[in-house]
């Protein structure tokens, strides 16, 4: 009789802790912070028959339309935390920095930005999987020289709280002088 009320009691415990594995998880992946290389300089490179492959080589600046070589780098940090309910919360943050240099004339294009955002699993979910973007400001000389490229980016928490993070594409988007 008291042999099988102490397996009852292992067996409640046992699926009481499987209930927090994945909170537990992400308590212990706490803090992390990913650093990813931004390389869009020299020509783009070319497929097994001699084609340019999309989204490699220089950036076209759509005021000017000469090549741009935009070297930087885009720092992810993120942080997990677990909210009264039980859900995890990852709260991400991104810095931007880099300069982007003129092919032809030399000009330079720094940038720096910065965003925010949390991102909540639903109840029940141990992964998440996340595409966002990064607008980066193209600051030239004269505000005529102003243009805009964006930086789309993936990002992965996996059930053992494992944060990937990596860069999609880089891409210019509009001239804003």
Known sequence: ?????????????VAVAACFIAPLAAQKAGSLTTVLVIDRSGPPQLDEFGNPIPNTGALSNPCTFEKVNLTGSMT??????????GNIK???GVVSKGIGTGVT???LYPFNENQ????????GSSEFF?????????KGPKSADN???RAIAKLSVLADGTVKADIARITSDNCKG
Not at 1 to 13: D, P
Not at 130 to 138: C, E, I, K, Q, V
């Open 76 to 85: 992810i940090t993120t942080l997990q935390t677990l909210d009264n309910q």
């Open 105 to 107: 004339s030399g000009t």
């Open 130 to 138: 996340s595409t966002f973007t990064d607008r980066l400001s193209m």
């Open 116 to 123: 925010n955002f949390s991102v909540k699993l639903d109840p």
């Open 1 to 13: 009789m008291v042999s099988l009320k102490i397996g009852r009691i292992i067996v409640a415990a």
């Open 147 to 149: 243009w805009v490229a």
């Open 90 to 92: 990852t709260d991400v």
